[in-house]
């Protein structure tokens, strides 16, 4: 039986279950259900569209992937709303079962008959972070994403491996070359309906299949890290020119803490 949007619970941190935060610490990634309801789905996704429209933020990509752009929160203030969202910020401290801090958010737009897939790739090699065992992104579907759209297929377990070098998201081989084992794993495909999201692990292998409709696929993503992270000093345009102390916390207004 289809369950209609009206008919389909929200979930809060207080209505998350233990098999949510079990399958999370298991497979490094998991789905949840109706974080925000349709039409505040629809709503975001109307700002995050006139945002690409306008191209406002410091930090904009646009490749044959998917057009970027990082910190939106900082420039456009319906969307600031959606990633400082309290409820979002608790499921993910309880999910990671640690205090967090947001790291950024990013609007990830896939044009309509785009057929470049975003590859398999793992999160955290990209950051300037140390002593971060537990980030971890909310990759919330502004439309519905269909496999067709451009949802997220995952790796489960693939969390575990802290010990790859950075791979590339546009080279279909990159994570297979670094570890050939994952190359055996099971897939896990997630498709989903507008508002609805997934949590994964910084370091679950994931990618996104291409954008065969007629439809742009409007994901954002919030990023949080532990409150414990360092910064290496490695070249990052998030932390490029803030004067962040090598080996300190994230001790700066772009990193809010979750609680």
Known sequence: ???????RSRTTPETLGTEHIEAYRRDGFVQVPSLITRAEADAYRQAAMDFDTRGQ???????????????VWRHDDKIKALTLNKSLGKIAEMLAGVPLRLWHDQLLIKKPKNSAPTEFHQDQPYWPHANSTHP???WIALVDVPIERGCMTFIPGSHLRDDLEEQDLEDATSLFRVCPELT?????????RAG????????????????????????????????ATTYTGREHVVTDGLGLDIGGRLDHELFPKVS
């Open 1 to 7: 039986m289809i369950t209609s949007d009206a008919e």
């Open 184 to 192: 055996w794993d099971r897939r896990v495909t997630v498709p989903l």
């Open 57 to 71: 933020s410091t930090v904009n990509y646009s490749t044959a992937v998917f057009n970027q752009h990082v910190n």
């Open 136 to 138: 971890i992104s909310v």
């Open 196 to 227: 609805d999201c997934t949590f994964h692990h910084g370091r679950c292998a994931h990618m996104a299949t291409p954008n065969f409709t007629d439809e742009h696929r409007v994901a954002h993503v919030v990023i949080f890290i532990d409150q």
